[in-house]
């Protein structure tokens, strides 16, 4: 039975495991937020010293829809849930288009007393690395074949992103140095070797951390500059200059909250 709401988690809908699932509410959530601050000379106000946003947390409400003359039946559905639940991933709600949240923790409800059937229970997923909802897709541009340039994004969202790039070689000979800034943020890269046909790429993964290839090699370690490509959504301005002649290619997944 396909539902007014709808929770998809991994690829899989949560109302296509049993048709006696019903989907009671589906609540978005929003980032917790750690705020420090210190008084003010003279009496009154304070001034914050630092922002940091720490968890999202997600929720599903669901009832089954079985008499608690089949005790076992809700037990199985039940645990099927939980099944589901477990396997993490990308959390996609039918009303948040576009977008997915990507789920490090699951909590899930106690059955309590399944003899209630008119029950409802709630599953909480927890974002830590990225707790954001994301745009599922990349908002992207590509340059093209030069030595340096320049090039212009618009990333969605409402929250600041990072940067992603990829460099390819395309002057048939070793490349040693590049360097890439985004509005303020910068990343420069020395003695990365990378070979003709090669591509750098600075990307990140599900955890949000930073990586930074050349071809199959690690060169982490190459580079100096700011500790990531950090972008606030909207007009990006993205410059970049090699040693020899490349291709960029930049996009960026814009976070809401």
Do not use: C
Request: aromatic content about 8%; proline content about 3%; hydrophobic content about 40%.
């Amino acid at each position: 039975m396909i539902l007014s709401r709808r929770a998809s988690l991994g690829g899989v809908q949560l109302d296509e495991l049993h048709d006696a699932i019903v989907i009671r509410g589906i609540d978005p959530g929003v980032p917790s937020e750690s705020v420090s601050s210190a008084a003010r000379m003279g009496g009154w106000g304070s001034r914050m010293t630092a922002q940091h946003w720490d968890t999202l947390e997600a929720h599903v409400s669901y009832a089954i829809n079985v008499p608690n003359t089949d005790m076992a039946l809700r037990r199985e559905i039940f645990d099927q849930v939980n099944t589901w639940a477990m396997k993490k991933g990308w959390l996609v709600f039918n009303t948040m288009e576009g977008r997915r949240l990507r789920v490090d923790k699951v909590i899930l409800p106690n059955s309590g007393d399944l003899w209630d059937w008119t029950a409802e229970f709630q599953i909480t997923f927890r974002a830590y690395n990225i707790p954001f909802w994301q745009n599922r897709e990349a908002d992207t541009v590509t340059g093209k074949t030069a030595a340096s340039g320049s090039l212009e994004l618009v990333v969605g969202g409402n929250m600041p992103t990072v940067l992603a790039a990829e460099f390819e070689n395309k002057s048939g000979k070793e490349i040693s140095h590049f360097e890439i800034t985004a509005n303020d943020s910068r990343i420069e890269l020395n003695d990365i070797a990378l070979g003709g046909n090669e591509t750098l790429s600075i990307s990140h993964g599900n955890d949000g951390i930073l990586r930074i290839k050349a071809g199959s090699r690690n060169v982490y370690s190459k580079y100096t500059g700011d500790d990531d490509l950090y972008i606030d959504p909207g007009q990006v301005s993205i410059s970049y200059s090699a040693s020899r002649a490349g291709i960029l290619t930049a996009r960026a997944v814009g976070r809401w909250v």
